[in-house]
């Protein structure tokens, strides 16, 4: 029972990238197709899960001192192998990517549960946590990667589903959403979507405004 | 210490406290080990599919590029199976190297005397050095003569490196056809290059002039002269790189001296 919620909290309720905001530059970057977003999902849900059980194994022979630059390497390897097994697999796929894979490195969502999770945490519950961080950075990915290739391209995984003017439809393609900006836009919809129907995430904020003084004359 | 047993050795690493020396240049030993051992595996097993996939994508964009070329296929029935031969080309010298053929190319092309150091004033494609020795593919008619010449050609775009093949023909004048090989321009905007409605606009195009100057360009906006073809809409980097790397390498530097050859029948 722990486990499940372990699995579904970060899914919608703790979602990495709506409620945390880790992990955005890749959620920009590779969600101009759906199949791309699914491809760079797998990849990160993968990655996540294998760093986070062999970090959660050595938990308790990890120097405090050299803690970060351990879980850096293990990232780090794991995603060259994805990367590697991308290239010889799906190489068109890997192609279209291009560095954005070899970025999961970098990405804040892998570190933080790594960090924040893994390191304190069994294996089988860092992996369940890691799991459930994939599903919903995965999420948000496969959303606005539908968005984007539907309005953007008139397709979905390449199947045409709104019928573009150049085919002899009626959908004029938008170009604006194959470009970073419109992400942007969407994610920022999203999250504006999933605070108004769950207002506990809505953060306090920090600093009040200073009521604007009169000036006199 | 002089216990060497590797089991007692491993428990007594694990037993030490974590914040030990010894334990930390232990565990960091380790990880790096194991880490390397991964990813050295990971890249020797899977090197030659990922050659063989490179090599397919280069092959399969050939032969796109040969299915576009407009009556490419009556050339090549009429010439009895002799399909496309492969050449290296000396553009120090424009003419086929005797040494380097395409199967050492990869091996002379590490050594940097094949490269000639640009001036900012040569390098108009942004490419830095540019490589003396090229891998060419000439498709000969029924008189022996060259009837096609394709050609690889690159510059760096708006995104990062362009690479592409240009087809020659009708006696080395005008453009047959042009494939991208690769690029990562802004996709909807750049990355439209790679449309064939658009590469087809270089069909039929003339090289250069009557003085030999090269001037086939994309043209900014709509098409003026016969030399141009349509940009594309909010890309002018992207544009502008293929005008560059067209200029360059139709050019004195690029392969304007090899084409020259060809013309005379050198090849």
């Known amino acids: 029972m722990k486990l499940w919620t372990t699995l579904t909290e970060p899914i919608l309720r703790q979602n990495p990238v709506t409620l945390q905001i880790l992990g955005i530059c890749s959620a920009l970057a590779v969600t101009t197709t759906l199949a791309a977003a699914i491809t760079m999902s797998l990849c990160l849900t993968a990655v996540l899960v294998a760093a986070s059980g062999i970090i959660s194994t050595i938990r308790k022979h990890l120097p405090s001192s050299i803690r970060l630059i351990v879980q850096i390497i293990i990232v780090a390897s794991l995603v060259i192998v994805v990367d590697q097994i991308l290239q010889a697999f799906f190489f068109e796929m890997s192609q279209r990517l291009s560095v954005y894979v070899s970025l999961i490195a970098t990405n804040c969502v892998v570190l933080g549960r790594t960090e924040s999770f893994a390191l304190h945490n069994k294996p089988l519950s860092s992996m369940t946590d890691a799991l459930g961080n994939g599903l919903g950075y995965s999420l948000i990915l496969i959303i606005i990667g539908s968005v984007r290739e539907l309005f953007g391209h008139g397709t979905l995984l390449g199947y045409s589903v709104l019928p573009t003017v150049e085919q002899g439809g009626w959908f004029e393609p938008l170009p604006l959403m194959l470009l970073a900006p419109s992400a942007f836009f969407l994610l920022g919809g999203l999250v504006w979507l999933i605070r108004s129907l769950m207002p506990k995430q809505v953060e306090t904020p920090e600093h009040k405004l200073v009521p604007a003084e009169e000036v006199p004359g | ?267």
Not at chain 2, 208 to 229: C, H, I, M, Q, Y
Not at chain 2, 232 to 244: D, L
Request: charged share 20%.
């Open chain 2, 1 to 267: 210490m002089g216990d060497w047993n590797p089991i007692r050795l491993w428990r007594s690493i694990l037993a030490l406290p974590n914040e030990s020396r010894t334990k930390t240049i232990a565990v960091a030993f380790l990880v790096s080990i194991i880490c390397a051992a991964m990813v050295t595996g990971a890249t020797v097993i899977l090197r030659p599919i990922q050659a063989q996939n490179r090599a397919m994508e280069q092959q399969a964009r050939l032969e796109t590029l040969l299915a576009e070329i407009p009556g490419l296929s009556e050339i090549l029935a009429n010439s009895e199976g002799s399909a496309l031969s492969t050449v290296v080309v000396d553009l120090r010298r424009a003419e086929a190297s005797t040494e380097v053929t395409p199967a050492t190319l990869e091996t002379a092309m590490a050594d940097t005397a094949n490269w000639t150091e640009l001036s900012p004033q040569e390098d108009i494609a942004g490419l830095g050095s540019r490589a003396d020795l090229k891998q060419i593919y000439l498709l000969r008619g029924p008189d022996d003569g060259v009837k096609l010449a394709i050609l690889p050609i690159s510059g760096t775009g708006y995104g990062g490196p362009i690479e592409a093949m240009i087809a020659i023909g009708d006696n080395m004048t005008t453009v047959s056809a042009l494939a991208i090989m690769s690029h990562s321009e802004t996709p909807g905007l750049g990355a439209r290059i790679d449309e064939p409605a658009w590469r087809q606009q270089f069909v039929g195009k003339p090289i250069a002039d009557e003085t030999g100057t090269p001037r086939l360009s994309v043209a900014r906006g709509r098409a003026t002269t016969e030399f141009e073809v349509d940009a594309i809409t909010g890309a002018t980097r992207t544009n502008n790189a293929i005008t560059r790397m067209l200029q360059f390498w139709l050019g004195p530097r690029g392969y304007g001296p090899t084409l020259d050859a060809i013309r005379r029948g050198d090849f």
